[in-house]
């Protein structure tokens, strides 16, 4: 069976520093990825999407970075942080088809980012 | 690109009665549209997709409606529980291999 692993579960991180969050999928091949943000109370913003190793898709410009260096693992990457950088990220993975086809979205466990 | 509506922040019901939440969206009808439940601190988890042929699916205790006409789409949870508290988004397809998701509706069953 298919699972996601997201790490870490939270992470606190002063302003002006790095980030790294990863993302890997087991149980399939060729999955789309995606990162999205919620912030508090609010819906998902999707940041990024990848439908393969280094092809990455940007939904928002912003401070953010993502990468796909294997198939099945997704990496959202931030050189310096910013305190709207705070949220709840999650990692989703879904079948790759054409429009149309159902195509479920599978989320991590998520990662609670805190910027101070 | 879609825009997607949810009818209102929180519901509250009480325990045995029917919840219905509603998803309404702007631009063109989706070939489906998901309904994904989400507790708090955890990602969403998959409910129900409805195709734009059907107009009708179930499963279990819950009931999904899709009206293209009114660019609509109507969740229902019958005989409603505690359990059932969670908030509840809608998902079209937006583009590509891509999505978009309502804000969610927050329900609360009160025992």
């Known amino acids: 069976s298919q699972t996601i692993h997201q790490w870490p579960a939270t992470l606190v991180q002063p302003v002006g520093s790095p980030l790294s969050l990863e993302c890997t999928v087991e149980?399939?091949?060729?999955?789309?990825l995606y990162w999205y943000r919620q912030a508090a109370g609010r819906g998902l913003q999707l940041l990024f999407y990848?439908?393969?190793?280094?092809?990455i898709s940007s939904e928002v410009p912003q401070n953010l970075s993502a990468s796909r260096p294997q198939d099945r693992q997704f990496i959202l990457s931030s050189k310096k942080l910013l305190l709207s950088d705070s949220g709840f990220y999650l990692c989703?993975?879904?079948?790759?088809?054409?429009?149309?086809?159902?195509?479920?979205?599978?989320f991590g466990a998520g990662t609670r980012l805190s910027v101070l | 690109s879609q825009k997607i509506e949810q009818n209102s922040e929180a519901l509250n019901i009480q325990e045995g009665k029917t919840a219905t939440l509603t998803c309404n969206y702007t631009?063109?009808?989706?070939?489906?549209l998901q309904w994904y439940r989400q507790d708090p601190g955890r990602g969403p988890v998959f409910l129900l997709l409805?195709?734009?042929?059907?107009k009708e699916k179930r499963k279990e205790r819950l009931k999904v409606t899709f009206d293209t006409t009114l660019k609509q789409s109507l969740f229902h949870i019958t005989a409603s529980q505690p359990a059932d508290s969670a908030t509840y988004l809608c998902?079209?397809?937006?583009?590509?291999?891509?999505?978009?998701f309502g804000p969610g509706t927050r329900l609360s069953v009160l025992p």
């Open positions: 989703a993975w879904s079948t790759q088809g054409l429009a149309g086809i159902k195509n479920i979205q599978y």
């Open positions: 149980g399939t091949s060729n999955p789309n």
């Open positions: 990848s439908v393969g190793i280094g092809q």
């Open positions: 631009n063109y009808s989706p070939a489906y």
């Open positions: 409805i195709r734009e042929n059907e």
């Open positions: 998902a079209l397809p937006n583009y590509g291999q891509n999505f978009v």
